[in-house]
């Protein structure tokens, strides 16, 4: 929503583009047939098809609208998030424009109760968290996807119907132009909370709504306070209200207040009454000046809900078509970038013959163990943001009130931030090796080290799968390069990373100190596999070549027992 007197896309600080509609050769009658089929072209939509197009899969892209979605929506992407954008070559307009944090504060009866810090260092190439409003985010994705040849953007495009059968699916999409239908192997649906491929195929979301609502209010105001997560409770401005406040780029600021359980909702949305609610949290509780502006506002309610199953046939749901999450520990959009990985590569793998389909089986199993994880996480935090009873608002204020005198007690207001999903469980996921101490587990991950001035161990992983090689100077043994050279021949795409301790092998990595053999527990000899969405594969302390056949077969999907039904 946008003050009196503003169109929807009349913005203090954003100029919104407009994307004509071109017309497709099937309205004129040209039998065309694509890989893949994308509906929703929003983050995570768009995501899917750079992923697509880095393993050289081509997709069409279908949004109904005309432009990137109005206001800033979600803002806040993870360090996980920036290095999925990495591998697609897009991160760099995300740290230029976006800005960096890395703790909070929470608040009650105004006086700072807690100070929280998530893991940083100079090791890592990013931020844990960088803020940035949702229109950037599209617009940076969609510029990258303008560029691909592999990607088709069809906008002014609205799917009215799907169906599938056992050699692909079929759209009904709704232009300007008139009606068509388009054929494809495979389906991707984007297309967010109210998905219409969802509905098509007669599928719900279950899970729980949570009590309480919350107003998310955008306001242009200068201001010098650091960019950080503030929280307050209870503060003497708004006693019954708990109130968010994150710093975004260009002089906005999201603010977020939760309405009280008598409050109207339809009147909390008014003008008059977001501008008195808004006015008095800027002055009182930010303790700001009265030189503000409003730019944007909607209503938000808290849901931990999914589908049973992420892949239907040759249908793979990502993103909010697949799983509603609380804002409460900017979780959304993060889970929805690397279902979007997931998904990709998956897919890529299956289409160029690399992977038998039912590789594609163990999409959900990973990506929604990912989202109960969340909804685990996510609920604890919701329940104490906006608690669903009488008591659980007893208890929080109780813990609350405990933190004005007590460290120990301000745990409890910790938000749980977002941090990525590791596969243990996946069936693409080997049993560790015992003679490991650290580093990360099979289906982790992979944690980053500076290996110099702009120079960190995740730009150089490969495309595909990638095998993370530690020695002493970094020469490939001779039976390692034969293997190598034979699963090449097979078509199987690996790249060799070779970590030294010492200068020797063209290309080798040098850890000058020893950072990188800590932090993955390696000694000389020590071998990590790596999937294409920089997820551990397997590892071994002493590696013997004659594993890795083994090894990529398990995590491409070969291993894998039995047909979907």
């Known amino acids: 929503m946008r003050p009196a007197g503003k169109g929807e896309h009349d913005s203090l600080y954003f100029d919104y583009p407009h994307f004509p509609f071109v017309r497709p050769p099937e309205l004129d009658g040209e039998a065309v047939r694509h890989r893949v089929a994308i509906v929703g072209a929003g983050p995570v939509g768009v995501t899917a098809a750079l992923e697509l197009a880095r393993h050289g899969i081509a997709s069409v892209v279908l949004d109904d609208k005309a432009t990137v979605n109005d206001g800033s929506r979600a803002i806040c992407i993870s360090r996980h998030s920036l290095e999925i954008l990495q591998q697609l070559g897009v991160d760099g307009p995300f740290t230029a424009k976006g800005l960096g944090w890395t703790q909070g504060r929470t608040y009650y009866r105004d006086r700072e109760i807690l100070r929280f810090r998530m893991p940083h260092s100079d090791q890592e190439r990013y931020a844990p968290m960088v803020n940035l409003q949702q229109q950037y985010i599209e617009r940076f994705l969609i510029d990258k996807a303008a560029e691909s040849e592999r990607i088709e953007l069809r906008w002014q495009s609205a799917v009215t119907g799907v169906s599938q059968g056992a050699e692909g699916v079929t759209l009904e999409v709704a232009t300007p132009e008139g009606d068509y239908r388009l054929e ?67 002089d906005i600021w999201r603010i977020d207040y939760q309405l009280g359980p008598d409050e109207d909702p339809d009147r909390a949305v008014e003008e008059a009454s977001i501008r008195e609610k808004v006015g008095l949290i800027v002055r009182e509780v930010m303790q700001e000046g009265e030189e503000w502006e409003l730019e944007w506002w909607s209503l938000y309610k808290a849901y ?14 990502i993103g909010d078509s697949a799983h509603l999450v609380p804002i409460f520990g900017v979780r959304g959009l993060n889970n929805g970038l690397a279902d979007a990985a997931n998904a990709g590569w998956k897919l890529a ?3 160029e013959g690399l992977a038998p389909e039912r590789l594609l089986d163990s999409y959900s199993p990973e990506r929604r163990g990912a989202t109960l994880d969340v909804f685990a996480n996510a609920g604890k935090s919701t329940r104490f943001m906006t608690p669903p009873s009488r008591g659980h608002r007893l208890m929080r204020d109780a813990a609350l009130s405990l933190a004005l005198a007590n460290d120990y007690a301000s745990g409890f207001a910790d938000p749980r931030q977002v ?56 020469t490939l043994a001779p039976g390692l390069a034969d293997r190598l050279a034979t699963l090449r021949a097979r078509g199987h795409e690996l790249a060799v990373v070779s ?3 010492r200068p020797g092998a063209e290309g080798a990595l040098v850890d000058a100190d020893g950072g990188c053999f800590a932090a993955y527990g390696a000694a000389p000899g020590s071998a990590y596999l790596v999937r294409p969405d920089r997820h551990v594969a397997a590892r071994w302390r002493a590696f013997d070549p004659a594993a890795l056949d083994h090894a990529l077969n398990h995590a491409q999907g070969w291993a894998l027992e039995g047909e979907r039904s």
């Open 499 to 501: 970590i030294a301790r």
């Open 419 to 474: 941090t990525p999903y590791t596969y243990a469980e996946s069936p693409l996921t080997l049993a560790d090796d015992p003679g490991f101490t650290a580093g990360p587990i099979p289906g982790a991950p992979l944690v980053n080290r500076r290996l110099g001035e702009d120079n960190y161990l995740l730009d150089h992983l490969g495309t595909g799968f990638t095998l993370l090689r530690f020695g002493e100077d970094g």
């Open 184 to 250: 494809c192997d495979y389906l991707l649906a984007a297309d967010g909370g109210r998905s219409r491929v969802r509905e098509a195929l007669g599928l719900a979301l279950h899970g729980q709504a949570y009590e309480g609502r919350y107003v998310i209010a955008d306001v242009r105001l200068e201001s010098d306070f650091p960019t950080e997560r503030r929280a307050f409770f209870h503060s003497k401005a708004l006693p019954d209200t708990t109130v968010l406040v994150h710093k975004q780029p260009d």
């Open 304 to 317: 931990t809900l999914a589908l049973e199953d992420y892949r239907h046939g040759r249908v793979l749901f």
């Open 349 to 351: 793998w299956v289409l």
